[in-house]
């Protein structure tokens, strides 16, 4: 069945750090693939998504990108702030209407 | 903007007790969702819907029941609680349709502890 792998658990960065996370994909389908925010508190919310009909997405100043030969997809932000300490999480839609989640990585920016 | 609202948004109850866990979504989505958040696994999918009277099984169905009787409404049951379903639950629904991706939106999530 579809399935996400996201191996970073948590993240350590000082401000204007760079910020890249991966995550892996499987399914039989044509997938759409997203990246969600949690912010302490609250429930995720949509960061950015990538088709594959465009091999990249951005918002807020993240860049997403898609690499359909090694099934994966990267979450990268050049120079992060402490306000982007959060949760983020991979997901992706893949024929259906079902959506998976990846495990989540702890973003944590020190000032 | 979506709004889903979920309630109870914490509740605590004892094994074997009987929970139910409302949402309710207010902007005509057909896809409806329920997913509990551990430390370590993230979202997982329980059960989802694309309309009243309809229930699709997710990735971790043991244990929980759910029922979609409006538009609006989705509901988990757990029926017999057990301390492993300790967890935040969310639930979120989306709208399909040509050009639109499938994005969930989020309710604030409802706690639930078991002792």
């Known amino acids: 069945g579809d399935s996400v792998i996201q191996m970073q658990g948590q993240v350590t960065l000082s401000e204007n750090d760079f910020l890249f996370i991966n995550c892996t994909y499987s399914t039989t389908g044509y997938p759409t693939l997203f990246w969600y925010v949690q912010y302490s508190g609250e429930g995720p919310q949509l960061l950015l998504q990538?088709?594959?009909?465009?091999n990249k997405g951005s918002s807020r100043g993240f860049e997403a990108t898609y690499d359909k030969g090694t099934t994966s997809f990267h979450l990268q932000k050049t120079s992060v702030q402490e306000i982007d300490s959060a949760v983020y999480y991979c997901a992706m839609r893949g024929g259906g209407y079902k959506v998976v989640f990846g495990s989540g990585t702890r973003l944590l920016v020190s000032p | 903007e979506a709004a889903v609202t979920q309630s109870p948004r914490n509740k605590v109850t004892v094994t074997g007790g009987n929970v139910t866990l409302s949402c309710r979504q207010t902007n005509s989505h057909n896809y409806m969702y329920w997913y509990r958040q551990d430390t370590g696994h993230g979202l997982r999918l329980i059960h989802y819907s694309y309309g009243a009277g309809n229930l699709q099984i997710g990735d971790v169905p043991d244990g929980y029941k759910a029922t979609r009787t409006t538009q609006e409404d989705f509901f988990l049951l757990l029926e017999l609680a057990s301390p492993s379903q300790t967890s935040l639950y969310f639930c979120?629904?989306?709208?399909?349709?040509?050009?639109?991706?499938?994005?969930?939106?989020f309710g604030e999530g409802s706690k639930l502890t078991v002792l």
């Open positions: 990538v088709t594959t009909a465009n």
């Open positions: 979120a629904s989306s709208v399909p349709g040509q050009g639109n991706t499938g994005q969930l939106y």
